[in-house]
């Protein structure tokens, strides 16, 4: 079976969505397998922005049958309203192109309630995420499928007790969500997404025998994994390729493995970060790059690239390829450098590539890159052990070169 995974290498907002988007062009199922709606993925079709959240990137081909796996948390108002703008644009979003793991859990009212007055030390998205993921692993979870056949009350009512008291105990007075209106609204939904909810098993199962064309598409980064990530500045799921597998519950033989790399680093929320630039030049990544998180819209910190990191993430995932997004941004930036050790007092040693000023958006192969560009990037296949897959010189669906044909 052709099955791809792509994951991103770093903190996340690698450029995921884009990489899936460009791949999905000939995919018949695009899969999510872990995470929430903390994940943002920005897409540009043809001048057109879209940002999705929980559904899976392959929306935008009308040929691609989208699926939300069982290691996944949802919140069924924002997947609503995100299947809605869809939608209004003309995306179809019917129970034959979008199917929902049975078994992926609810994010409730009381999880967002809940993250936002705790979250802060991590710096969370607030999006509920730590909590449903907890409530699972507190057994009071609620599960799509108990929506479906509306069998959650008697969990809702457990949620709602242990984080009133949480709630009640942090912050004395803290306003929590109606019981009765939460309630109702999931019912709603349950209503609403009665016809996407199946059980994946068979789905995925039977796509690994009939040989169908499959992508799946990572959330988060490897350094945002719960057990393998920088603890506890991480989100609460598993992001890498082996965890892939345990959300979807079936084994899938992923032929070709892609570790996403965005050409500098960036990381949103708290936690250790070596190569961060707090002056001027971090300014000016941010800027250019455009680093401000689609799911919070708070600025993304900004540093140069950290190979140790790297070869690690490459290594635990062993990444066939390799795609290097948002080259573009390095362009006439100055001379870009590469944190290619750490030193023995904890600071990091660089290794230095020339400046480059051109418009890589020109660039029809490899070989019309700037020297130096092509210079860092083949140091980075030879540093990372992965073939050089594509690399990705603006955030449209074109701005694409195929190095090196994926799958
Ligand atoms: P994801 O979460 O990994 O899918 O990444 P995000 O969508 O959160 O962040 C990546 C951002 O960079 C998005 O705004 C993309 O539109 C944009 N982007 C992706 N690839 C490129 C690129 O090669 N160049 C530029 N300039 N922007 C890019
Ligand atoms: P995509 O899929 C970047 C970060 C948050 C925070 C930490 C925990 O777009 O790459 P959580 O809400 O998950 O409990 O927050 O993880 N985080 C992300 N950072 N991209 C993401 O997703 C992220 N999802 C979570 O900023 O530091
Ligand atoms: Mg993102």
Redesign the pocket.
Known sequence: MPATIVI?AQW???????IVDVLSHDADLVVRFGGGAN??????VGGNKFVLHLIPSGILRQRCINIIGGGCVIDVASLLSEMAGLRAVGVTVGPDRLLLAENAHVVTAYHRAIDQLSGGKIGTTGRGIGPAYADKARRIGIRLGDLRDDAFEANLGAQAEFHGATAKALHGDAPMPDFDQVLDDLRAAGRQLHDHICDLVPVLVRARQQNLRALFEGAQGVLLDIDHGTYPFVTSSNTTVAGALGGLGVHMPFETRIG?VKAYSTRVGNGPFPTELHGPEGEQLRTK??EYG?TTGRPRRCGWLDLPQLRRAFAMNAFTHVAV?????LSGLGPIRVAVEENADGTMHYEEFGAFDADLTAARSFGELPPSCQQLLRFLESQLEARLAML????GRD?VLDVEHAW
Not at 39 to 44: F, R, S, V
């Open positions: 991103g996340g907002d690698e450029g995921k969505g884009k994940a943002g993925h920005t897409i540009w996403v790059g455009q689609a997004t948002k080259l573009d941004v990705s010189t603006g955030p701005d």
